[in-house]
């Protein structure tokens, strides 16, 4: 009996903790910074172009460490059928002052060296190369920067997309309830003979219609929200909670637009893929310089310290110490060095050109962005307009249905019209702040700021 109250007690236990989790869960609000953040976090393309900016840092290391001295280290051991004795002139093997015997050749031969290796004139073209690699560092951390914004806005967008989709989906809810409602009051005028089965069946209709379309609505919700949990690397069946979209009806909502101009020269300093595009056109430009330099001769500098063990032949030393400059000049190549610099010359007025390009066209995405905030903003003011126009007419038009004074195809009419003047303006703000994103991202901004 204890053991079966422990086990009840565990039970119980986990259940309400496994309640509480969940009702912990499902009151977790995703707010928009925080699917900014995340999806910088959880980004493997953010995280590539990091690796790709290490690659690069250290391929430049590299280039450094080819323009610093080389040591090397050599050992040589040999064995010979016999050995060659160095003989005076009656024939007597000498002797070395330690009374040991000389060898022309010795019967084995023992010995190590190390050598130290300075490049000369190969430090220029290394330097030259250090350069071109810290050009390319520089273009890789840009690359990064551009993706990370990339990913911002995508996130932001996402996120303004699925709070869109819960907000109609809420809209279509409210549409069942209230016809539901308007079933209910069709039935008990029916029966009191001041409505025709013919409208009351109409009213029946619009229930299943209304199912319908929430039905659609839901689905469209929860495929969005699909989507930005994935952005996000969160499981498709954790249930979030989102902000809510703010209430134009009662809110202004206002966009600080900047003019033309400003947002082109925004655009001119800030956008990273100009900036990009620039740091190609300087590395090439550096690039040409590596053929000309090639043309110099080879020149290294070297000191070798050389140790023979056990016996030494004739022409040997125990120890030996060797400074020298040694020379390698491919003095003509048949104009290879030449054709190579005048192809990364002309790849260079190529992307001066596509840079030219990029600018113009940026400035025309500057300018069309500029212009789809604009209307979004004076769209939104004309659909606030037109649906606290329909709302008052809904109002009234509901009085005289009530009133046996409006037939029930005009009632539907007018509700339609109210219903779909309601969704316009839910999604005229939520593009007004997509198309507010839209224009900062044309303008180079690294990250969205949103004005709900």
């Avoid at 947002?263 to 040409?288: G, M, T, W």
Wanted: hydrophobic share 45%; glycine share 4%.
């Amino acid at each position: 009996m204890r053991w079966c109250g422990f086990l009840i007690t565990v039970l119980i236990f986990q259940i309400a903790f496994s309640s509480f989790a969940e009702e912990k869960k499902e009151n977790f609000i995703l707010s928009f910074d925080e699917v900014i953040e995340r999806s910088l976090q959880m980004s493997l393309d953010v995280s590539n172009s990091k690796i790709d900016e290490k690659i690069k840092s250290t391929q430049q290391a590299k280039t450094f460490a080819q323009m610093s001295p080389k040591l090397s280290a050599a050992w040589n051991y040999s064995r010979y059928d016999s050995a060659i004795p160095f003989l005076n002139d009656q024939g007597v093997q000498e002797t070395d002052k330690d009374g040991q015997p000389r060898f022309i050749r010795p019967l084995n031969s023992s010995s190590g060296s190390i050598t130290i290796l300075q490049p000369l004139t190969g430090f220029l073209a290394g330097l030259a190369g250090a350069l071109i690699d810290g050009v390319r560092k520089a273009k890789s951390r840009l690359g990064t920067q551009e993706i990370k914004m990339n990913v911002a806005f995508s996130a932001a967008m996402a996120y303004r997309q699925v709070q869109q989709a819960e907000a109609i989906y809420a809209i279509a809810e409210d549409r069942v309830a209230l016809a539901e409602k308007q079933r209910k009051e069709a039935q008990i005028s029916f029966r009191l003979g001041r409505l025709s089965k013919s409208d009351a069946l109409r009213l029946e209709v619009l229930v299943g219609q209304a199912k319908v379309e929430t039905a659609n609505t839901k689905a469209n919700f929860e495929n969005m929200q699909a989507q930005l949990l994935n952005i996000l690397d969160y499981q498709a069946d954790r249930i979030f909670q989102f902000e809510k979209i703010p209430d134009a009806k009662h809110v202004d909502i206002v966009v600080a637009v900047p003019t033309l101009v400003e947002a082109k020269a925004n655009a001119a300093v800030d956008r990273f893929d100009l900036k990009v595009a620039r740091l190609n056109q300087k590395e090439l430009e550096q690039s040409s310089l590596l053929p000309l330099l090639s043309i110099l001769p080879n020149i290294n500098a070297f000191v070798r310290f050389e140790h023979n063990f056990g016996q030494t032949g004739l022409f040997s030393l125990p120890k030996t110490q060797v400074m020298g400059l040694s020379l390698d000049w491919a003095i003509w190549d048949g104009g290879d060095r030449f054709l190579s610099r005048r192809i990364l010359q002309l790849e260079s007025y190529k992307v001066k050109n596509q840079v030219a390009a990029l600018e113009r066209q940026l400035s025309l995405n500057v300018l069309k962005a500029r212009s789809d905030l604009v209307a979004a903003q004076d769209v939104l003011a004309l659909q606030k307009a037109m649906f606290l126009q329909s709302e008052e007419a809904y109002r009234g038009m509901y009085e005289r249905f009530r009133l046996g004074a409006l037939s029930v195809t005009e009632l539907l009419q007018a509700e339609n019209t109210l219903n779909s003047t309601r969704v316009d303006l839910v999604k005229a703000v939520t593009d007004l702040d997509i198309k507010n994103m839209l224009l900062q991202k044309a303008m180079g901004k690294s990250r969205p700021i949103s004005v709900l």
